[in-house]
Structure formats: structure tokens, C-alpha cells
Nanobody, 124 residues
Framework: QGDLVESGGGSVQAGGSLTLSCVPS????????MAWFRQAPGKEREGVAQ???????YYADSVNGRFTISRAAGKNVLLLQMNSLKPEDTAMYYC??????????????????WGQGTQVTVSS
């Protein structure tokens, strides 16, 4: 297995919900900066949500109010709760991590560790 292992993707109808999980390798702990990115075919990679060591969160405008990034209580697991899903949310979703959170947020180049991705498909 890699540094980060995602799960929870699948197919859902518009308006539905999914929760993605990401289990890091042991050396990637809760003090790391972690985030979710996504990439749809033919489109640029997009930062979705970021969580910092102190729990501060940031969201892309496209998902703000619908998605929630969090760390599971008592576990080294990153979550992405996705509600009110839309067809335009269809993409491969990647869990990423970095030793420090830099600015600007959700900058892909700042994240050293990447998972293999989990596919999310939303049908209309």
C-alpha cells in the first residue's frame, strides 16, 4: 500500500451523499496538513477541501456548504462528507498530505504525499 489509501467512492444519483475515507501510513499523523483534490476527465485538477493541524478548514467555492472535511475522532483517518452531490462533482478524488500547510491553500504542488484515488460518479 501507498502513503495514503482512499475508499468510499462509488456511483450515486444527484442529490445523494457519499463519505470518502483516507487512511495514512503511520508516519503521516494528525499534525500533517491534509486535503482532498479531484480531477475529472479533460479538466484541471481542483483542490476541494483542506484541514490544518489545528482543525481549521478551507473549501473550494464549488463545494462550500455541501462538503465537510474532518478527521475521525480518535483515529488517524481523514474524511470527506459529500452531500447534495451534483453531476459536476463526478471525478477521481485524491487524498493528499504535507508536513506543513502553506499559503495559498489548496495548492497541489505543496502536497508531497498522494493517494491512488477513488472514483465518484454522480448521475443526473
Amino acid at each position: 500500500q501507498g502513503d495514503l489509501v482512499e475508499s468510499g467512492g462509488g456511483s450515486v444519483q444527484a442529490g445523494g451523499s457519499l463519505t470518502l475515507s483516507c487512511v495514512p501510513s503511520g508516519y503521516i499523523h494528525r499534525a500533517y496538513c491534509m486535503a482532498w483534490f479531484r480531477q475529472a476527465p479533460g479538466k484541471e485538477r481542483e483542490g476541494v477541501a483542506q484541514i490544518e493541524a489545528d482543525g481549521t478548514t478551507y473549501y473550494a467555492d464549488s463545494v462550500n456548504g455541501r462538503f465537510t472535511i474532518s478527521r475521525a475522532a480518535g483515529k488517524n483517518v481523514l474524511l470527506l462528507q459529500m452531500n447534495s452531490l451534483k453531476p459536476e462533482d463526478t471525478a477521481m478524488y485524491y487524498c493528499v498530505a504535507a508536513r506543513l500547510c502553506l499559503r495559498p491553500v489548496l495548492n497541489a504542488a505543496d502536497f508531497r504525499y498522494w493517494g491512488q484515488g477513488t472514483q465518484v460518479t454522480v448521475s443526473s
